[in-house]
C-alpha cells in the first residue's frame, strides 16, 4: 500500500476531509433498503453478512450518520439518521419491556431475535445515538431519550454503588458481573445528552460515573482502571483472563480506556468544571502510554498486566484514535507540547498503518508488528465510529465545528 506524504495532523481542514473520507466508505454501501444498515464489511467494501444485526453497529451508525449531517449539513446524513433511528424502534426495540435486543437476525424485512439479554453497554449507545439523533434534529428523539434514560436507571442502576450493573436476561434479571465499561460508555452517552437537551440530570449523573470509576475505584487497583468487578464492586482479577475472544470484555488493564477516559475527563470538566478532572486525566494518559506504547514497531498496545508487562501485543484501531483525541484534546487544555508530540506520533503511526489508503477506512487489529491478518474491515461493533470520533473530537475541542456542536 502506498502511503501518501504526511498531512498536517492538526489542521482542522484535514481533520473535516478525513472525516468525509471516512465515511465515504460506508456511506452508499451500508444503507440496506429493506431496513438499517448492513454491519459487516471487508476491506474492500463487499458485504459479507447481510442479515445479522448487533445493537452496538446500529447505533454507532446513527451516530457516524449524525456527526456527517452536523459537520456537513447534507441531507443525505440526515435521511441516514433518520433510517437508522427508525431501525433502532421497529427491529431492537422490545415496548413490553422497554429493553433492546443485542444481537438479532433481518431476512424479509423481519427481525428474529438471536440475543434477547439487556446489556446496558448497548443501552448507553442507544442514549447517545438518541441525543445525536435530536442534535440532527429529529426532535421524537427528544422522548425516545428520556425512555432510555428512565429503562437504565430503573433496571440498571444501583445507587448504593453509583454505578450501573452490566447485563440482564431478557426479564431483567441481574447477572453478578460488574463492569466499568459499560459505565464508561455511560458517562459519554449522559455528557451528550447533556449538549443536546441541556438537562443537568444528565450532565451529574457523568460526574458520577467519572468519579467512581476513575478515582474510587481506579484507587483498588493502583490508580488505573480495571475493566471487571464482582458484585459488591470489588476487583475480579481473573474474568476472562485466558479468553482474547470477547471484545467487550478483555482481561487486563486496557491502555485505550485509561486514554478514553482522559478524553471523557475533559469533555466533562468543559460542562461542569471540577479540579479533579485535569489531573486524573493527564495521570490516566500518561500511565497508559508509558506502559503500552510499542518502542519498536510504534503504536500502543492493547493489553497490559497487573505487573506492567503487554498481555495483548496486538493494535486495535479504536485504542489509537481514542488516544490521539486525547493527546489533542490535552494539549489543547494544558498548551503542553509534550501532548501535541504525542498527538503528532500517534497520528504517524495510524497514518502509515492503520488508514487504508487504497480501499478506504481503517483497518481493524494489527499484529505486535503491524501486520494485517484479516480481511474483515468491520464486523459488528466497528463501524469505524472511533475513528471518526476521534478527529470530531478534537475538532469540537478547538471550537472548529460549527457552533453548538
Not at 433498503?33 to 445493537?55: C, I, K, N, Q, W
Not at 439518521?81 to 433492546?100: E, I, K, N
Request: with cysteine.
Amino acid at each position: 500500500m502506498a502511503i501518501p506524504p504526511l498531512p498536517d495532523f492538526r489542521s482542522p481542514g484535514f481533520l473535516r476531509q478525513h472525516i468525509i473520507w471516512i465515511m465515504d466508505f460506508y456511506a452508499d454501501r451500508a444503507i440496506d433498503p429493506s431496513g438499517g444498515m448492513y454491519h459487516f464489511f471487508l476491506d474492500d467494501g463487499t458485504v459479507y453478512d447481510a442479515r445479522t444485526r448487533h445493537l452496538v453497529s446500529a447505533t454507532r451508525f446513527v451516530i457516524t450518520h449524525a456527526m456527517l449531517f452536523q459537520l456537513t449539513g447534507e441531507e443525505r446524513f440526515r435521511k441516514g439518521v433518520r433510517h437508522g433511528v427508525d431501525f433502532l424502534r421497529g427491529a431492537f426495540f422490545d415496548p413490553a419491556t422497554g429493553g433492546y435486543a443485542w444481537l438479532i437476525d433481518w431476512h424479509g424485512g423481519r427481525a428474529t431475535v438471536l440475543d434477547a439479554n439487556r446489556h446496558c453497554y448497548g443501552m448507553a449507545f442507544v442514549v447517545l445515538a438518541y441525543a445525536h439523533a435530536l442534535k440532527s434534529g429529529i426532535e421524537q428523539a427528544r422522548s425516545w431519550l428520556e425512555e432510555a434514560f428512565g429503562v437504565a436507571e430503573q433496571r440498571f442502576w444501583q445507587p448504593g454503588f453509583g454505578l450501573y450493573a452490566d447485563e440482564a436476561q431478557s426479564d431483567w434479571t441481574l447477572s453478578p458481573y460488574r463492569g466499568q465499561n459499560a459505565n464508561m460508555h455511560a458517562c459519554e452517552a449522559m455528557i451528550y445528552a447533556y449538549a443536546a437537551t441541556g438537562e443537568r440530570r444528565y450532565i451529574e449523573r457523568a460526574e458520577t460515573l467519572a468519579h467512581n470509576i476513575t478515582v474510587r475505584q481506579a484507587a483498588l487497583a493502583d490508580g488505573l482502571v480495571w475493566e471487571h468487578y464482582h458484585a459488591d464492586w470489588s476487583v475480579d482479577w481473573e474474568y476472562n483472563r485466558h479468553d482474547k475472544s470477547n471484545i467487550f470484555r478483555p482481561w487486563g488493564f486496557q491502555p485505550g480506556h485509561q486514554t478514553e477516559w482522559a478524553k471523557l475527563l475533559l469533555q466533562l470538566d468543559a460542562y461542569l468544571p471540577a479540579d479533579w478532572h485535569l489531573p486524573r486525566a493527564e495521570a490516566l494518559f500518561d500511565a497508559a502510554v508509558s506502559h503500552a506504547w510499542d518502542t519498536q514497531h510504534g503504536g500502543v498496545h492493547y493489553g497490559f498486566a497487573p505487573d506492567g508487562s503487554i498481555c495483548d501485543g496486538d493494535k486495535y484501531h479504536w485504542v489509537q484514535a481514542e488516544s490521539f483525541a486525547a493527546a489533542g484534546l490535552l494539549a489543547q487544555r494544558t498548551g503542553k507540547a509534550a501532548y501535541w508530540g504525542w498527538y503528532d506520533r500517534i497520528w504517524d503511526y495510524c497514518w502509515r498503518h492503520f488508514v487504508d489508503h487504497g480501499q478506504g477506512a481503517w483497518f481493524r487489529i494489527l499484529d505486535p508488528g503491524n501486520l494485517n491478518h484479516t480481511r474483515e474491515k468491520s464486523p459488528a461493533g466497528k463501524v469505524d465510529y472511533h475513528d471518526i470520533g476521534a478527529c470530531f473530537d478534537v475538532l469540537r475541542a478547538r471550537g472548529d465545528l460549527p457552533e453548538g456542536l
